[in-house]
């Protein structure tokens, strides 16, 4: 597994693998992003994010069946693997600590 360390959109787009289930693919999660995070997310940037979580590990990918709408293609669906999930959840503890000790913030939104 190369690098451990997830950079900022590599865990959005890893998170947003996970809330598709197994409807993840790049396109849809292109317009996922866009719908959680309010910017444009260009595909080019989510294949090269994309092909880095599999490099480390932390996401997978298969062929789905060729379709006629797609001219015959096939679409690639990703999934999150343990390794991926495992440093979500680090990912997330890291930051859960880090905005306990921030003086006068409020994990609940309230600021």
Do not use: Q
């Amino acid at each position: 597994m190369k690098g451990a360390n997830l950079g900022e959109f590599e865990e959005l787009v890893l998170l947003t693998i996970a809330s598709m289930a197994s409807e993840a693919y790049s396109v849809a999660i292109c317009d996922e992003l866009e719908k959680y995070t309010g910017r444009t997310a260009k595909l080019g940037v989510v294949h090269s994010a994309l092909n880095r979580l599999e490099e480390k590990g932390m996401a997978k990918s298969r062929l789905g069946e060729a379709t006629s709408a797609r001219g015959g293609k096939r679409k690639r669906f990703y999934e999150v693997s343990h390794a991926g999930k495992v440093a979500l959840v680090k990912s997330k503890e890291v930051r859960e600590n880090i905005w306990r000790n921030i003086p006068g913030f409020n994990l609940e939104g309230s600021i």
